[in-house]
């Protein structure tokens, strides 16, 4: 079982930055990819970043790339979500997701098995 916690959400305004926090129990954290996603009201939860076990296997929607960047911490069991230039039409619940292992192609919500509690991001105009 993994269990994730995720911080650092918060109400900013247009072109601010924020950076999320998302803590994972669990002993093999370093073997998992992460990702984050997200959910607006009314609308189905979209992938925004992921990463794998290395620092080089990261992807991102379209929307995001050269704003949002996702690192990790294996020695903290801790992922992070950098968003800068931050627009109103960011604005969702943000949720980390894990899975064992690590593939290409995981950028659907039903691809991940453990999931965070989402921590809610608001950008104004």
């Not at 601010?16 to 093999?28: D, E, H, K, M, P």
Request: charged residues 20%.
């Amino acid at each position: 079982q993994v269990q994730l916690v995720e911080s650092g959400g918060g109400l900013v305004q247009a072109g601010g930055s924020l950076r999320l926090s998302c803590v994972a129990s669990g002993r093999t954290f370093s073997t998992y990819t992460m990702a984050w996603f997200r959910q607006a009201p009314g609308k189905e939860r979209e992938f925004v970043a992921r990463i794998g076990w290395s620092v080089g296997s990261t992807y991102y929607t379209d929307s995001v790339k050269g704003r949002f960047t996702i690192s990790r911490d294996n020695a903290k069991n801790t992922v992070y979500l950098q968003m800068n230039s931050l627009k109103p039409e960011d604005t969702a619940a943000y949720y980390c997701a894990a899975r064992n292992g690590y593939s290409r192609t995981w950028t659907g919500p039903d691809e991940y098995d453990y999931w965070g509690q989402g921590t809610q991001v608001t950008v104004s105009s």
